[in-house]
């Protein structure tokens, strides 16, 4: 019997790596938040600047709503979004760990988000709250965060890529 040296191609180990670290950060995160946390009541982390202030949305980024439609709807999206994560993720070349790593992040986001939507009619747990006195960013959780990050870092990487095709004209085929 010869004994096989195949390992995962660096895409792969990238962005299930990445997609497991925000969805079970994400949810562990959330859990902690919601027994330890009083709702709508801010703790402050970092002075004024950084707060944990437990919240539920039944909206979107920036409470943007569906209205009564929003959880099925938003989990729709959610499922689609990451439908077509997964795919641009088979057609990313395996050595390209950092384009995989960007896409883990934002699927991984999004299954942390869904699985709220899904588990709860109240909404996404949100509860990292930045911002001063007089102005404060909106609230939300890991899985917002490496929605995020994930975005730009694969604006970033599509953007510097050297190619004769257009950034992203791979996905639309």
Known sequence: MIASSARPAAKTIAFWSALAIVACGD????RIAEATLALQVPHPVVGDWV???????TGAALNISLGEFSR?????VALAMMAVLYRMYR???AHDAWHAVALGLIAGGALGNLVDRIRSARGVVDFIDVGSTGW???TFNVADAGVTIGAVL???HILRRPSADPPGSRYLS
């Open 136 to 138: 404060r960013f909106y």
């Open 91 to 93: 057609q990313t070349a």
């Open 51 to 57: 707060r944990f202030t437990l919240l539920y949305n």
């Open 72 to 76: 099925v709807g938003l989990s729709a």
């Open 154 to 156: 694969l604006a970033a």
């Open 27 to 30: 949810f562990v995160t959330k």
